[in-house]
């Protein structure tokens, strides 16, 4: 077997870890980035899609026991007013209109009234064209890391029972919403976090063409830091890889992460195990396909788990009918070689009628020798036109750790554990062994008494389009590299947005 990171091709660094790990879903992410944040020294560095300057990260007891305001921004001009060494640093992508209804709006504005002078907030707009800035990340100190899929912002908070009805699954509207589900990675360690302070200050320069003002601790402070709930991976070092389109300050787009899934792939010998909101990029699908008519290779079992239908109507159609496509060929590839796949949502229901909890996790798991976690779905834009970042751990083939092996298959386990509702101990005797897996999901699935669901039972309410549209039109809605589409126009039109909302804050503030 050859690696299958490797520098240049499918990430941009290799480091190492002084320990690292999973954080399941929003109560153990949100949990953690404020214990982190209360030991923060010199610098915070807030990198995301979406921030939302209200909500709670702590409910229940947690919130009980903390003393203290735990809403976003009152928690962390606490902070400030605590420790006047203390600068944090938001940089928040300058969004797309057609988001404006799940904003929190006029965002610049409220941090400019009311936030603590050493908060520094600015919007992200360095981006072409119908792209986003779409990574997710926070680095305390220069020395603790988080990156994934989840951003500090409402709709994200859930606890892993993914309880029907839950009253802390709360906005801070007094609007519930429904179960869900996402992942967020854990590194510590000067070396791997450095590589994301490298990262942020690009995009703060590239974005605003000025140097932000970090200033990091001297020593090492946080050696001791453990986030609670933290699912260990035991590995010494982790890497870094990117989608980043070209744009100013980047006149090359990078697609680490399209090339580190298709190697991934590519390299799998017994398991594939995949978390996805979407699942659509032709990149993957080409992968899928290839590795599986491979005659001279083991049998794959390949396990997607998915939300039931792929979020609202705007992308059922931008996203859902290709992803139908795709699944609907890779099954057939499978079935005529046969090869396994299994495609699976996951229900809860509390005594009464069961509700789909929404996957927002991006993970992918091979053999229990990889895993990668970060903020990429598997659509095209994601793999090639959005600012994506994820973290990966690899055991070496040629000198393998068992600790390292262990965990990943663990942290495999762990996650079908929660998406089952099996205990740990049911599910690692189901999910521990790679051979025959789908084999034994689909009987659980089958059989009822869990919460895994087969997705091919499942026909999306738009799926009886799919013999009349020509899916490769839809690229226009997830498009694989950035548009070519007057872009000196798309600049001036931004620019003009962003002044007359700079005029707005200014009108507030006087």
């Not at 990574?135 to 988080?146: A, I, N, R, S, T």
């Not at 991006?362 to 994601?382: E, H, I, P, W, Y």
């Amino acid at each position: 077997m050859k690696r299958i990171l490797t520098l240049g091709r499918n990430c941009s660094e290799q480091m190492s870890v002084n320990a690292s790990g999973l954080l399941v879903d929003g109560e153990a992410y949100f949990r953690a980035f404020y214990e982190a944040a209360i030991r923060a020294r010199t610098s915070i560095l807030l990198c995301g899609w979406q921030f939302d300057t209200e909500v709670a990260l702590l409910r229940g007891a947690h919130a009980d026991r903390a003393g203290g305001d735990v809403r976003l921004l009152t928690f962390l001009n606490t902070l400030c007013e605590r420790n006047a060494n203390l600068h944090i640093h938001v940089l928040a992508w300058d969004y797309s209109f057609i988001y404006a209804l799940e904003r929190q709006w006029l965002q610049q504005a409220v941090f400019e009234l009311r936030a603590h002078p050493n908060i520094h907030f600015k919007y992200d707009n360095n981006t072409p064209m119908g792209a986003s800035h779409h990574q997710k990340y926070v680095v305390v100190d220069g020395e603790l890391g988080f990156v994934g899929g989840m951003d500090l912002c409402e709709h994200r908070w859930d606890d892993r029972r993914h309880a029907v009805d839950n009253p802390l699954r709360v906005k801070s509207s007094g609007l519930h919403y429904g179960p869900f589900h996402d992942v967020q990675a854990f590194v510590q360690g000067r070396e791997a976090c450095g590589a994301l302070v490298r990262l942020f200050k690009s995009r703060w320069r590239d974005a605003h063409h000025e140097e932000p003002r970090i200033r990091l601790p001297r020593f090492r402070v946080h050696r001791d830091f453990q986030p609670p709930e933290l699912v260990a991976v035991h590995a010494r070092r982790c890497a870094i890889s990117r989608t980043a389109p070209r744009c100013e300050g980047n006149p090359a787009t990078c697609v680490e992460i399209r090339q580190l899934m298709s190697d991934a792939i590519l390299a799998a010998e017994h398991l594939i195990y995949i978390e996805t909101q979407y699942i659509s990029a032709k990149s993957v699908e080409e992968a899928l396909v290839h590795r599986m008519l491979m005659r001279n290779r083991g049998t794959l079992d390949i396990l997607i788990i998915l939300p039931q239908h792929p979020g609202e109507l705007k992308e059922r159609f931008a996203v859902g009918l290709a992803q139908s496509k795709l699944l609907s060929l890779v099954r057939e590839v499978a079935q005529s070689t046969g090869h396994h796949l299994g495609v699976y949502y996951s229900a809860g229901a509390d005594g009464g009628e069961a509700a789909p909890t929404y996957i927002h996790s991006k993970v992918m798991a091979v053999d229990d020798r990889f895993l990668t976690v970060g903020s990429a779905n598997l659509t095209n834009r994601s793999l090639g036109v959005d600012t994506e970042l994820h973290v990966s751990w690899e055991n070496d083939p040629a000198h393998p750790e068992p600790a390292l092996t262990a965990s990943i298959r663990d942290a495999r386990v762990d996650l079908l554990a929660e998406h089952s509702g099996l205990l740990l101990e049911d599910a690692a005797r189901v999910f521990g062994p790679m051979e025959g897996m789908v084999e034994r999901v689909d009987a659980l699935a089958r059989g009822g008494g869990t919460r895994l669901r087969l997705q091919q039972d499942v026909v999306a309410p738009e799926d009886w389009l799919l013999p009349y549209v020509d899916i490769d039109a839809l690229t226009l809605f997830d498009p694989d590299e950035p548009t070519t589409l007057d872009e000196e126009f798309a600049r001036d039109w931004k620019d003009l947005w962003t002044d007359g909302l700079a005029a707005l804050t200014r009108k507030l503030q006087t």
